[in-house]
Structure formats: C-alpha cells, structure tokens
C-alpha cells in the first residue's frame, strides 16, 4: 500500500514539472534563443506621436530593425531622400511639453539688452582704435557692425531649451548654417581659452593647453559670432598609428561631420557647424586689432599667407597651416550665449582618460566602476548617466577617444542635457573601432529607450546611417566633408553598439536595461521665439 502511495505521488510530482517545463520554461528558452519577444510596452501612456494613438510595441527579433509604428512603413520606398523621409518619421515627431519662462534658457528682452551692450561697447572699442590709428598713421580696415534683432544666430539663441539646443523644425538652425558661410568678417581674435594662456605655455605637459590649437574667434557684420577652426589634415589621411589621442590633429571636417551626426541621432547637443573657405588675408590678418595674432602671420617660399599658435612649442612654421594663397578651409561653430547670461559649468567624465604615456584609469581596469559611479551624486538620480552613455555612443560613432569634461548649463540643473563641444578629434581613423569609448554603456548597461529605436531604425535599409549621412553632408559649402570610408564605418560602428545592448538585455533583461524616457505632448514645440524689433 506504501510503495502504491509512493508510486502515486512520483507519477503526480512528475506530471507537474512536465507541465512547467512544456508550458512554462520551454517557451521562455525558445524565445531567449531567438533573441525575439517583446521589446517594451510602449502604449499610448508612454509616447503620444503625430495622428497616432502611440508608438506600436517593437519586437527586435534581430536586433537591427525597428517594426513599423502605425501608419508607416520600416523600409521606405527607394528613390527620394532618405534624410528627409527619416525626419518625417514619427520617432523624429515626439513632442517635448511646452516651453514656459524656465524651460528656456533666456528670455528676448533679457537677451536684447544683453547685446545692446555689447554693441555699445563695440562701438566705443572702435572709436578708441580709430583714434589710435590716426595718431599712428596706421590705415585701419574698417566694417560697418549693424545688430539685427532677427538675426538667424539670436533666433538659435532664443531657442535653446530644457530639451535641446533647438526644436527639430526650427527654421533658425539650416538659415544660420547658410549665414556662416557667407556672413561678412569684421574682426578676427583669439579664443579666450588662448587669451587665458597670455602665450605662455608649459612644454613638460602631456597634454597642452586647448588654446595652442589653432583656432579663432570670428564677428560678423551682425555681431554673430562664430569660432574657426582651420583644415589641418586631408580628408583622405588617417590618424597616424603612433599618435596618441591626446596629441591628434584637430580637423575641421570633423567638427563639421560632428553636427550632421548629432542632429540625425536626434540629440541637438552641438551647436551649428558649417564648412567655409576663409581668406586668411582679408578676413583675418587686416581685420584684426591683437598686434599678437598679427605677429603670427608670414608669407611661405611658395607665397601663401600662413599663421601658427602663439605658444612656445608650436611657434614654428612647420607648425603653421596655410592659404591656397590666402584662402583656407575651415570649420565655423556658432558660439553659444555668453557665460554672463547663461552660465555653464565644466565637469570631468567619469570615464575620463588617463592623459600620460603609460598610465590607466580605474575604469579601464575595472569591468565593474559603473557600480560605484552610480551611487555617486549626480550619477546616483535622474538622467545624468543616461546623457553620459548617449554621449559614449556620440563619441564611439565618431572614433573620438578625446572626451575628458562636458558642460551643462546651470539654469536647467542636474537634469539639463549635455553639450556635446570639441569634436575635432572624430574621423580620425576609419580603419579601427575604439571599443573602449563604449565603456559607459558595456559596464552600466543601460540605455535610453528613445536613444535604442533611432538607432534601431538607423540601422534599416531605408534609413542607413552612412545613406542619411551622405545626403546630410552634401548640403555643407566644403563637400565632400568625409570619405566613403568614414561614413562605411558608422554602420559598421552602429551594428557594433546594437550588439552591445543586445549583450546586456540577454544577461539583465529589458527592463534591467531600457529605461522610458519619452514624455506626453501638452503642445507642439515652438520653433524659436520671435525677436521683436526695438522700436
């Protein structure tokens, strides 16, 4: 009778774990097998897009697509553009709530008054230098400055946000783009960085100070201010392969490429960059009034105008860059407000580099840092560390090792965005994929939602990241601004960061890894406030 109960009671436990297993842990293996399954729950709760009722659930059965939402379709048509079929996607629609007083970074009259000092003081700057002129019988080039208060770069001022440096229909971004590129030079100057430096540099340094490379402070004849940032290597040259990072040369064409980029991934954390040829003669060495930058002018045996840095160690010309005769590519980026109406702050990465020949950070020997910054203040709360991985996927698409600080503007606190500044040291290398600036998302292994479907639907077919890229590129006065090799290696640097999160989502799960980040509308983001005209 006991062997019959025991029998009994051996046939029913088995039966049961038959059962879990058939219907409950077989199904969770094939699916953990596949890769497939239910991205996320992204309802209506979650993202409210243009004439939809909400973003429809992707399922990433391999990883490099994103399902259609509904009322689109994942492979477009080909023929067209690709660029602008990837803005008019609904993931390039999501619409940030509405701007009020605090979610802008200033405000028209404050921002007004700020320039109408600066203009005031100008103005008497140049009655000073006239005069001095005079008494000298110097003859001084002089241009007329007019402050337009509708100006393209004071809308692009205006629209700073919370969110972003601009809204993704601000017509203020691709009009100041074009202004760059034919606004005329009234004065050239040193950065302040290299102001700070007073020509003195240490030679014993590493690392040299930012104000050694060359670069300029350029006004124009509506008070935009732009810095340039001169051609130093031929598109076709890699990063030679005994260079470190810290001592690349800073290209022009990447700081250009660095903006297309930021602007497609749908960050706008970089401020508006365009391609020009300067004359270096005309637009530079007569327009200035530093008797220091003048003095770093001189004509080459082949008869180029040519400039080098004031510092110590690079006041050579074999370090010098040089016009064609005086015209010289470079890079313009738009100067962001000033640091006495919009305060920013510098912060060193965690993930800094070690700077030395032979030193390393502790993360570069600890897979499990990221444990220790996250219970770090800011990294411990908000999205701080989200906006440090989206920036190591920025940097590793780009190939730059280079990102030792990032700033934030003070007013929006620890949830402002970062500003992703000082991008010339991408498309360095085509040839090699620096995994190691990727160690933000390896060792946390976490991602923003919004961040993982662009880049998912960047890796289609239709919307190819080096397709979108190209056709972005084309667009800058310089073109082309890379070669085919450096836009090949952004899909194949794309797959490499997919695979990545893939990695983590198999070993944490999706809800271990995907944090929701979109937000409801309450209303269509205005494209730029409008400036008044004084009356």
Same mark, same amino acid.
């Given at each position: 009778?006991?062997?019959?109960?025991?029998?009994?009671?051996?046939?029913?436990?088995?039966?049961?774990?038959?059962?879990?297993?058939?219907?409950?842990?077989?199904?969770?293996?094939?699916? *953990?097998?596949?890769?497939?399954?239910?991205?996320?729950?992204?309802?209506?709760?979650?993202?409210?897009?243009?004439?939809?009722?909400?973003?429809? @659930?992707?399922?990433?059965?391999?990883?490099?697509?994103?399902?259609?939402?509904?009322?689109? #379709?994942?492979?477009?048509?080909?023929?067209?553009?690709?660029?602008?079929?990837?803005?008019?996607?609904?993931?390039?629609?999501?619409?940030?709530?509405?701007?009020?007083?605090?979610?802008?970074?200033?405000?028209?009259?404050?921002?007004?008054?700020?320039?109408?000092?600066?203009?005031?003081?100008?103005?008497?700057?140049?009655?000073?230098?006239?005069?001095?002129?005079?008494?000298?019988? @110097?003859?001084?080039?002089?241009?007329?400055?007019?402050?337009?208060?509708?100006?393209?770069?004071?809308?692009?001022?205006?629209?700073?946000?919370?969110?972003?440096?601009?809204?993704?229909?601000?017509?203020?971004?691709?009009?100041?783009?074009?202004?760059?590129?034919?606004?005329?030079?009234?004065?050239?100057?040193?950065?302040?960085?290299?102001?700070?430096? $007073?020509? /003195?540099?240490?030679?014993?340094?590493?690392?040299?100070?930012?104000?050694?490379?060359? $670069?300029?402070?350029? $006004?124009?004849?509506? *008070?935009? $201010?732009?810095?340039?940032?001169?051609?130093?290597?031929?598109?076709?040259?890699?990063?030679?392969?005994?260079?470190?990072?810290?001592?690349?040369?800073?290209?022009?064409?990447?700081?250009?490429?660095?903006?297309?980029?930021?602007?497609?991934?749908?960050?706008?954390?970089?401020?508006?960059?365009?391609?020009?040829?300067?004359?270096?003669?005309?637009?530079?060495?007569?327009?200035?009034?530093?008797?220091?930058?003048?003095?770093?002018?001189? #004509?080459?045996?082949?008869?180029?105008?040519?400039?080098?840095?004031?510092?110590?160690?690079?006041?050579? /010309?074999?370090?010098?860059?040089?016009?064609?005769?005086?015209?010289?590519?470079?890079?313009?980026?738009?100067?962001?407000?000033?640091?006495?109406?919009?305060?920013?702050?510098?912060?060193?990465?965690?993930?800094?580099?070690?700077?030395?020949?032979?030193?390393?950070?502790?993360?570069?020997?600890?897979?499990?840092?990221?444990?220790?910054?996250?219970?770090?203040?800011?990294?411990?709360?908000?999205?701080?560390?989200?906006?440090?991985?989206?920036?190591?996927?920025?940097?590793?698409? #780009?190939?730059?090792?280079?990102?030792?600080?990032?700033?934030?503007?003070?007013?929006?606190?620890?949830?402002? *965005?970062?500003?992703?500044?000082?991008?010339?040291?991408?498309?360095?290398?085509?040839?090699?994929?620096?995994?190691?600036?990727?160690?933000?998302? @390896?060792?946390?292994?976490?991602?923003?939602?919004?961040?993982?479907?662009?880049?998912?639907?960047?890796?289609?077919?239709?919307?190819?990241?080096?397709?979108?890229?190209?056709?972005?590129?084309?667009?800058?006065?310089?073109?082309?601004?890379?070669?085919?090799?450096?836009?090949?290696?952004?899909?194949?640097?794309?797959?490499?960061?997919?695979?990545?999160?893939?990695?983590?989502?198999?070993?944490?799960?999706?809800?271990?890894?995907? @944090?929701?980040? *979109?937000?409801?509308?309450?209303?269509?983001?205005?494209?730029?406030?409008?400036?008044?005209?004084?009356?």
């Amino acid at each position: 009778m006991m062997r019959r109960d025991r029998l009994l009671l051996a046939a029913t436990l088995t039966a049961i774990v038959s059962a879990d297993l058939y219907f409950i842990l077989l199904p969770k293996l094939w699916n *953990f097998g596949r890769g497939s399954g239910q991205f996320c729950s992204c309802g209506p709760d979650n993202l409210t897009l243009p004439m939809q009722g909400g973003l429809a @659930t992707p399922r990433l059965s391999n990883w490099t697509s994103v399902s259609p939402l509904a009322g689109t #379709t994942a492979h477009p048509a080909d023929g067209g553009s690709k660029l602008e079929r990837l803005f008019a996607h609904p993931l390039y629609s999501i619409q940030t709530p509405a701007l009020g007083p605090e979610e802008r970074l200033v405000q028209a009259e404050q921002l007004m008054e700020y320039y109408r000092r600066k203009v005031s003081r100008w103005e008497r700057h140049m009655k000073l230098f006239s005069g001095a002129a005079a008494l000298s019988n @110097t003859t001084l080039i002089g241009h007329e400055v007019t402050f337009d208060p509708d100006a393209s770069w004071l809308k692009f001022h205006l629209g700073i946000s919370r969110y972003a440096l601009y809204s993704r229909d601000d017509p203020a971004v691709p009009q100041l783009l074009k202004d760059m590129a034919r606004m005329r030079v009234v004065n050239a100057d040193y950065t302040q960085d290299e102001k700070a430096l $007073k020509g /003195t540099c240490d030679c014993t340094q590493v690392v040299k100070p930012s104000g050694h490379h060359l $670069k300029l402070a350029l $006004k124009m004849h509506n *008070f935009a $201010k732009a810095m340039f940032k001169p051609m130093r290597q031929q598109r076709e040259e890699q990063t030679p392969e005994d260079f470190f990072y810290f001592v690349d040369f800073q290209r022009h064409n990447a700081e250009i490429a660095a903006f297309h980029l930021d602007r497609v991934l749908d960050f706008r954390r970089v401020p508006p960059v365009a391609g020009r040829l300067v004359n270096v003669t005309s637009e530079v060495l007569q327009v200035t009034y530093t008797d220091d930058l003048r003095a770093v002018f001189f #004509t080459s045996p082949a008869n180029n105008t040519c400039f080098f840095a004031k510092c110590l160690y690079v006041c050579k /010309t074999e370090y010098a860059v040089c016009g064609s005769p005086d015209l010289l590519e470079g890079s313009l980026s738009a100067y962001l407000p000033g640091l006495s109406i919009a305060p920013r702050i510098s912060i060193p990465n965690p993930w800094i580099r070690s700077y030395t020949f032979s030193g390393q950070e502790e993360w570069e020997g600890n897979p499990f840092y990221c444990d220790t910054i996250k219970q770090l203040y800011p990294y411990n709360s908000g999205n701080r560390l989200l906006n440090i991985i989206d920036m190591s996927i920025f940097d590793f698409l #780009t190939g730059n090792m280079d990102r030792h600080h990032y700033e934030i503007f003070t007013k929006f606190g620890d949830e402002g *965005f970062l500003l992703h500044l000082d991008n010339a040291r991408g498309f360095g290398k085509h040839s090699h994929d620096e995994m190691s600036i990727l160690a933000p998302l @390896t060792q946390c292994c976490m991602i923003k939602h919004s961040t993982l479907l662009r880049l998912q639907l960047l890796a289609q077919p239709g919307f190819r990241l080096s397709d979108v890229m190209r056709e972005s590129l084309e667009g800058d006065p310089l073109r082309p601004i890379l070669t085919e090799p450096h836009l090949l290696a952004l899909d194949r640097r794309l797959q490499k960061v997919l695979r990545v999160v893939r990695r983590c989502v198999r070993r944490l799960g999706e809800n271990g890894v995907i @944090t929701r980040d *979109f937000v409801k509308s309450t209303e269509r983001p205005q494209a730029a406030t409008e400036v008044k005209k004084s009356t």
